[in-house]
């Protein structure tokens, strides 16, 4: 194992945006988010690209102040997103949304492991008819 770190991203969370074009206030307010997710891991010295030869676990736990007003998946991806550029590395992910706590907040733990992500390269094989 080559690490596991933790932090959490205060309100207010903000989940993928999927047909918002660059210049409206939805795309800035993701794109922030996924900066502000990106900060919070520098600090916690979370490495900025997923080595060569490891995979990334990510687990995430949000909190809602009382119903949960974006998509858990959506919440995921804006922190995936936000962690790393190239983030085909990710191996695993584990989601849980708690409601109704009081406070609005994602805690992210992620760990980073030796060992292939997909285990061994497909090989060329040809396609049968």
Not at 91 to 98: N, W
């Amino acid at each position: 194992m080559m690490g596991t770190w933790t932090f959490n991203v205060d309100e207010p969370l903000v989940g993928f945006t999927v047909h918002a074009q660059p210049w409206t206030d939805r795309a800035k307010r993701y794109v922030a988010f996924k900066g502000k997710v990106r900060l919070l891991a520098d600090i916690a010295r979370v490495p900025e690209e997923i080595p060569e030869n490891h995979r990334a676990v990510v687990s995430i736990a949000v909190m809602w102040k009382a119903k949960a007003r974006i998509d858990l998946s959506n919440i995921l991806k804006a922190v995936e997103d936000g962690l790393w550029k190239r983030d085909r590395g990710i191996g695993e992910v584990h989601a849980t949304k708690f409601q109704y706590t009081g406070v609005e907040r994602v805690s992210v733990t992620v760990g980073i492991e030796e060992g292939k992500q997909n285990g061994e390269p497909k090989q060329n094989r040809k396609l049968k008819a």
